[in-house]
């Protein structure tokens, strides 16, 4: 059986992802920030089903040091981290505050940084692990009014090429997920600016985030197939696979945007193998399927 932390697991994709693990075989910890608000009932449930919750703010490192090392601790061990937390941002790229991108940095990013400082001194220790993390589709191009969310995301993935390098000597996979918009509360809890000197100074073009915001939204009720459950099987089908032979970047999305993404990537696979394989270090990617996407 093996092991399974997952952090935001009370979150659109965190909940499905747990239970689907559990019903694997898995035994399954989830984060939470804390068990009272409105993910009580969400936690709830999961842990009726079996999840370990575990409470930590990974916008603090003390507080995540313990909680992660508490979530070894109740599992028994540690076999795979899901970086999954995460907040989304919307609007005018110039109405948003630095304070406000400084929010949505600490926990995409600085997050990340925190829980992977608490967790991988555990998994190198053990010489084997998996480390999957929640990225987006516009982690990897900039669309408009979610420019300091892409931001976000376009340094996540470039810190987990440097992971996915630096770790393979230590046993320890690398692999990012790039779903496309989803339904889920996520959009309820998404960082949106609050300059309205500003953004009366656009005149009607200020306008246009919420239009666009409901277009997607029609878009989306209207893809059936684009829904977090389709993260949960991806998680599970990655999991599946042999050790060593997991793609690097998996693009899950049904709106037609997925095949574009899926291109990029394997262009930036070759230019990144041809790249290491020039300065002798192509053997730091070897921990992924040679594909490198899927």
């Known amino acids: 059986m093996k092991n399974v932390l997952i952090t935001g697991v009370a979150g659109g994709f965190g909940k499905p992802t747990a239970l689907a ?126 420019g300091t969310y892409s931001a976000s995301k376009w340094a996540l993935e470039a810190i987990v090429e440097c992971y996915r390098t630096e770790l393979s000597g230590f046993g320890i996979e690398s692999c990012i997920l790039e779903p496309g918009a989803m339904p889920t509360a996520f959009f309820d809890g998404m960082v949106t600016p609050k300059d309205e000197a500003r953004e009366s100074e656009y005149g009607t073009f200020a306008e246009l985030p919420a239009v666009s915001k409901t277009g997607l939204a029609e878009l989306l009720k209207a893809t059936s197939e684009q829904r977090p459950e389709r993260i949960a099987e991806t998680v599970v089908n990655l999991l599946g696979k042999p050790f060593g032979d997991k793609p690097f970047r998996t693009v899950v999305d049904y709106v037609g945007v997925g095949p574009e993404i899926e291109r990029y990537n394997a262009v930036l696979h070759d230019v990144t193998r041809k790249v290491l394989t020039n300065f002798g270090m192509e053997q730091m990617l070897n921990l992924n399927s040679e594909a490198g996407i899927s």
């Open 21 to 146: 693990l559990l019903e694997k075989g898995y035994s399954v910890a989830g984060s939470v920030r804390s068990r009272n608000g409105r993910n009580a009932t969400t936690i709830a449930e999961l842990e009726a089903s079996g999840v370990k919750i575990v409470e930590f703010d990974v916008t603090d490192s003390a507080s995540t040091e313990l909680g992660v090392r508490k979530a070894i601790d109740q599992l028994g061990g540690l076999d795979v981290l899901f970086n999954n937390a995460g907040i989304g941002a919307y609007g005018i790229q110039e109405l948003m505050s630095v304070e406000d991108m400084m929010h949505v940095f600490d926990v995409n990013v600085l997050g990340v940084q925190r829980v992977m400082r608490a967790a991988l001194p555990h998994l190198r220790a053990q010489g084997r692990g998996t480390v999957i993390y929640t990225s987006s589709l516009i982690g990897r191009i900039a669309t408009p009014f979610y």
